[in-house]
Antibody, heavy 124, light 107 residues
Framework: QVHLVESGGGVVQPGRSLRLSCAASGFTFSRYAMHWVRQAPGMGLEWVAVISYDGSNKYSADSAQGRLTISRDNSKNTLYLEMNSLRVEDTAVYYC?????????????????WGQGTTVTVTS | AIQLTQSPSSLSASVGDRVTITCRASQDINSALAWYQQKPGKAPKLLIYDASSLDSGVPSRFSGRGSGTDFTLTLSSLQPEDFATYYCQQVNTYPLTFGGGTKVEIK
């Protein structure tokens, strides 16, 4: 059964750091690009970052660049989000999601499997 | 960044109603659009990709249309389990972006 489980969220003061993890199971993790998406309380979805299947390519939202860094360890089937210099506006539920990838000969950049999310609260 | 404008932002409907949600992109995104459903406290669920392709297991009452800048999601006959918030997402260009969401409520 395909499964993504996020962890590492919590309450943190502005300016501090946090590392989120996303453990994957039920599929060959090393074959898929992976994303982080966040949702502030009562707000819509915001894409954060993506990393290619082998970690060689990364893209991130402007709001994330320089502070939120995506990485992965395929030997551990785990995706990470390193969060530095946290701001109050980073408060959100953070979801990891799998990119669909190759399907019937075409590549799709949509997200077909999501974790349940982990909550990050930045407050003084 | 490509902006996606969803309308309406919310709507009230009854079970059995036909509902259509619109998503407009600020520039041409071909058919690189997805629709997600999200229920309170839950992760989003992929409904439609490539503007009109139904993801596996999604009921046929959901359908998507459009290309370029104008897209629609239609629920042909609203069911109790369809009351949720729906988001469009463009996957044509980084940064990926989502629409603001449409909350479908019970009338």
């Amino acid at each position: 059964q395909v499964h993504l489980v996020e962890s590492g969220g919590g309450v943190v003061q502005p300016g501090r750091s946090l590392r989120l993890s996303c453990a994957a199971s039920g599929f060959t993790f090393s074959r898929y690009a992976m994303h982080w998406v966040r949702q502030a309380p009562g707000m819509g979805l915001e894409w954060v970052a993506v990393i290619s299947y082998d970690g060689s390519n990364k893209y991130s939202a402007d709001s994330a660049q320089g502070r939120l860094t995506i990485s992965r360890d395929n030997s551990k089937n785990t995706l990470y989000l390193e969060m530095n210099s946290l701001r109050v506006e980073d408060t959100a539920v953070y979801y990891c999601a799998r990119e669909t990838g190759w399907k019937a000969g075409l590549y799709y950049y949509v997200m077909d499997v999501w974790g349940q999310g982990t909550t990050v609260t930045v407050t003084s | 960044a490509i902006q996606l404008t969803q309308s309406p932002s919310s709507l009230s409907a009854s079970v059995g109603d036909r509902v259509t949600i619109t998503c407009r992109a600020s520039q041409d995104i071909n058919s690189a659009l997805a629709w997600y459903q999200q229920k309170p406290g839950k992760a989003p669920k992929l409904l439609i990709y490539d503007a009109s392709s139904l993801d596996s297991g999604v009921p046929s009452r959901f359908s998507g249309r459009g290309s370029g800048t104008d897209f629609t999601l239609t629920l042909s006959s609203l069911q109790p389990e369809d009351f949720a918030t729906y988001y469009c997402q463009q996957v044509n260009t980084y940064p990926l972006t989502f629409g603001g969401g449409t909350k479908v409520e019970i009338k």
